[in-house]
């Protein structure tokens, strides 16, 4: 039987497959660290609906490469693909820190709302990154356009040994941070004022969540993309909820489903359809769990539960 290679892959050269195995070692590691950290984090997003703040996050991305490219123009050393993604990184930092203070401080008083102002912060992020690129095409070579193709969806390819430590070490950081603080975070998690009464710095907790979804965010951007690494903090979560409501079921069921998404979708574009970006090959294994879940808890056990007399 003569497969299309365009849609199958039934026997991947061996060659290539040794070539381009340490690095698909570190993408793995990557990947699997990511899981983790994003999952840990998707149960307190989902629960604080949070999922917004991280788009927001997220695509700030766009504006903080622009403003690399920028840089370049007047500092060389900004050249290098390092130093602009560099930029992008404390980018996303202050950006979450703005977010956190609107939202902390002052959302909720403003007329517009909590998520008008993180709307208004997306698209002027989204604006100025796309300035940027133009004032930099009209005075260098345009930008390549696949680099910025792989910016947005992700690839395995930019997967060096440092961003696998240090996704590795940020993953350490973020269950480190959850376990030490569960139960202020549990207070807060599910309600906040509560929390304030009860003694817990809950500006403090909101800033530390801040940045540590800023960090997932800017390391899971090299696989999952700036366009969908907001899944990985969103899917886990809401699968997990719909399976359990003790959250420390809640949690493991969560670290689980990100951890086999992430390394689920890799090895669907390594092995099984190489012409597939990684994020998106992440972002589709997890929604396909989540259906599943959906089913289940919706159909399926409803089908055999018994009725209440």
Not at 12 to 29: E, I, V
């Amino acid at each position: 039987m003569v497969n299309n290679p365009r849609f199958w892959v039934s026997s991947p050269d061996l060659n290539l497959l040794a070539a381009t195995l340490p690095l698909y070692s570190r993408a793995l590691f990557t990947a699997g660290a990511m899981g983790t950290a994003c999952a840990v984090l998707s149960v307190i997003v989902v629960l604080r609906r949070w999922a917004f703040i991280g788009e927001g996050i997220a695509h700030a991305g766009f504006g903080g490469i622009g403003t690399g490219w920028l840089l370049s123009l007047a500092f060389p050393i900004f050249a290098h693909p390092g130093a602009v993604y560099a930029v992008a990184v404390l980018f996303c930092l202050g950006m979450s820190l703005c977010i956190g203070y609107v939202t902390r401080e002052h959302g909720s008083a403003e007329a517009f709302g909590d998520d008008s102002a993180i709307g208004i912060f997306l698209v002027a992020s989204l604006a100025w990154g796309f300035v940027a690129l133009a004032i930099y095409n009209r005075h260098r070579p345009p930008a390549d356009a696949e680099m910025w193709e792989k910016y947005l969806l992700g690839t395995i390819s930019y997967v060096s040994t440092d961003t696998m430590l240090a996704s590795v070490a940020l993953s350490a950081a973020v269950v480190f941070a959850v376990a030490s603080l569960f139960k202020e975070i549990l207070y807060y998690a599910f309600d906040p004022l509560m929390a304030q009464v009860s003694g817990v710095r809950v500006a403090v907790l909101h800033y530390v969540l801040m940045l540590l979804m800023a960090m997932t965010i800017v390391v899971g951007m090299r696989i999952a993309g700036s366009l969908l690494v907001t899944a990985l903090l969103v899917l886990p979560g809401a699968t997990a909820l719909m399976l359990s409501r003790r959250l420390q079921w809640v949690m493991t069921i969560s670290v689980l489903i990100g951890l086999s998404g992430s390394l689920g979708g890799l090895v669907l574009n390594h092995s099984v359809w190489p012409f597939l970006p990684s994020g998106p090959a992440i972002v589709l294994v997890l929604f396909a769990e989540f259906v599943i879940a959906y089913v289940w808890t919706h159909f399926v056990r409803r089908l055999f539960s018994t009725p209440s007399v």
